[in-house]
């Protein structure tokens, strides 16, 4: 991997050092983006929030973390010292108005080779993740999240961290096997389906409308039969768009 675009909503660190530990360790990831996404219902942390980001890194590699010391051995010190460092020069903030998000994410796919870009949504809730999700899969991305299989102790947090992580502690999934992101984008597809099927009905509708008036527009009796079957044109489409939404 050569870049990597990082979602940020969630106000706590510890996802985003796992993250970014992983995907350069393991990903060998050269520059960061980190992204932060607004209008929508879920508002996150403002983008100095980045900051704080490189300052856990900073902490972490003398040995502190979240105020008060940690067990972190010397090489992992080293290395979230290098991190820090790193991210000073290598990473950038980007801000996102939701509306915008697919095209945006449809550039970057573009710019950048296939297997080149990692897409990381460890800071986003369930349903953010699935509207990312599913922009990412009409572009042919994946969009993969840290996930820890124990969770954190909160008297020691430090040990949730991707230096004291054996293999066997976390996994780095697609969330095309997650379970929950899959129901919310199943949620976003029905919802699409039936804007859609309301738009294009009520098109039609219309079409028909102005059709009738321009061929006999002194014809108040036509124009009436006209405006009824758009009618009920329209509801049948509205309720076929009801339909869809509930899971038919």
């Known amino acids: 991997m050569s870049a990597a675009l990082v979602f940020i909503c969630s106000d706590h660190v510890g996802p985003y050092v796992n993250a970014v530990s992983y995907l350069r360790d393991k990903r060998g990831v050269a520059s960061f983006t980190f992204i932060f996404i607004t209008g929508a219902l879920v508002e996150g942390p403002r983008t100095d929030f980045v900051e704080s980001i490189t300052a856990a890194f900073e902490s972490l590699g003398e040995g502190r973390y979240l105020g008060r010391p940690a067990h972190v051995d010397e090489k992992s010190q080293a290395r979230y010292r290098e991190t ?3 991210l000073d020069c290598r990473s950038s903030v ?7 998000l697919a095209g945006y994410i449809s550039r970057e796919a573009k710019s950048v080779k296939l297997g ?5 949504v460890t800071g986003l809730p369930k349903v953010l993740a699935a509207h990312v999700m599913l922009i990412c899969l009409a572009v042919g991305r994946q969009v993969h999240t840290f996930e820890l299989r124990q969770r954190t102790n909160p008297k020691a947090p430090e040990l949730s961290l991707y230096h004291a992580l054996s293999a066997g502690d976390f996994d780095y999934p697609s969330l095309a096997r997650d379970p929950a992101v899959l129901a919310s984008v199943r949620q976003l597809v029905h919802v699409k389906r039936a804007t859609w099927a309301i738009v294009v009905v009520s098109l039609i509708g219309m079409a028909s409308l102005a059709v009738l008036i321009a061929v006999d527009a002194k014809n108040p009796a036509l124009a009436i039969v006209g405006l009824a079957a758009n009618v009920i044109g329209i509801a049948g489409g509205t309720l076929q768009a009801i339909t869809i939404y509930k899971g038919k």
């Open 94 to 100: 980007k801000v996102v108005p939701l509306e915008d």
């Open 84 to 86: 820090a460092e790193f």
């Open 116 to 120: 080149q870009l990692a897409i990381d």
